[in-house]
């Protein structure tokens, strides 16, 4: 009942509503932005899936051209400086991996870290969203259920080889996906977004696609709890 009452006051008009979106909008169209270059630097770390991953960075390109819109229907300037420094450490570490090569740990960062990430916050903002950027986001968030995906298949293919840089990685990186939500919280609910709503589909999505690619329960227990450790 009192979700009811609080979504029914959601007003897309107002400044308060407008100055949460400048950033929240940003953070997403920076990540598609992002997204579209770690596919296409992936492609070259595996010549094999190129063309493939080619497929996947036109699609976060065009992700990034609808949450554009998004924020011209709202007639929002994105704070895109805000969003980058979102970003910069996760940037960082897959522009460290990509340098040396380590395929498996650009992997976790895009393909099953930001991929879970972006399909816990697409399936939480769609019922609360305005009508014009509902409509985008349900298209976008089948797109990224197909990314999370290829990350998978290929994790599971080489799972023995890539274990223990799947472990480090995920050390490295979880704990900083914890502190994006904690730094996003405030603006996320604004646009009636709850973070512990965030926290769980984000859990959901990476715990099952660790599962697909080959760790046990008690593997996925311990991976998940380093990220809460930050
Ligand atoms: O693969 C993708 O398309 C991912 C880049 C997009 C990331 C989206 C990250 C969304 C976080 C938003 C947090 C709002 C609560
Ligand atoms: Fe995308
Ligand atoms: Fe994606
Ligand atoms: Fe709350």
Redesign the pocket.
């Known amino acids: 009942m009192q979700e009811l009452a609080v979504r029914s006051e959601l007003d897309f008009n107002s400044e308060t509503y407008k100055d949460a979106y400048s950033r929240?909008n940003a953070?997403?169209i920076e990540?598609?932005q992002?997204?579209y270059e770690n596919y296409i630097d992936m492609g070259e770390l595996l010549p094999g899936d190129k063309d493939e991953l080619i497929r996947l960075s036109k699609m976060?390109n065009r992700?990034k051209k609808g949450f554009q819109a998004c924020g011209k229907n709202l007639k929002v300037t994105p704070d895109m400086d805000y969003a980058e420094r979102f970003f910069s450490q996760l940037h960082g570490n897959f522009q460290t991996a990509k340098a040396e090569g380590k395929i498996v740990t650009c992997l976790l960062i895009?393909s099953l870290i930001?991929?879970a990430?972006?399909i816990a916050?697409y399936n939480?903002?769609i019922p609360v969203a305005d009508p014009f950027a509902r409509k985008i986001t349900e298209n976008?968030v089948k797109d990224?259920y197909s990314?999370l995906n290829f990350g998978e298949v290929w994790l599971k293919e080489n799972f023995e080889a890539s274990k223990a840089e799947l472990e480090q990685a995920n050390k490295e990186n979880l704990p900083i996906v914890w502190q994006m939500l904690n730094e996003?919280e405030d603006?996320?609910e604004i646009l009636g977004?709850e973070k512990e709503a965030?926290v769980e589909d984000f859990m959901i999505s990476y715990g099952e696609a660790l599962g697909n690619i080959g760790f046990s329960t008690r593997e996925i227990m311990k991976m998940s709890a380093h990220g809460l450790a930050a």
Do not use: K, T
């Open positions: 929240i953070i997403v990540g598609e992002e997204a976060e992700h895009q930001i991929e990430f972006a916050a939480i903002y976008v990224e990314h996003v603006d996320a977004m965030l």
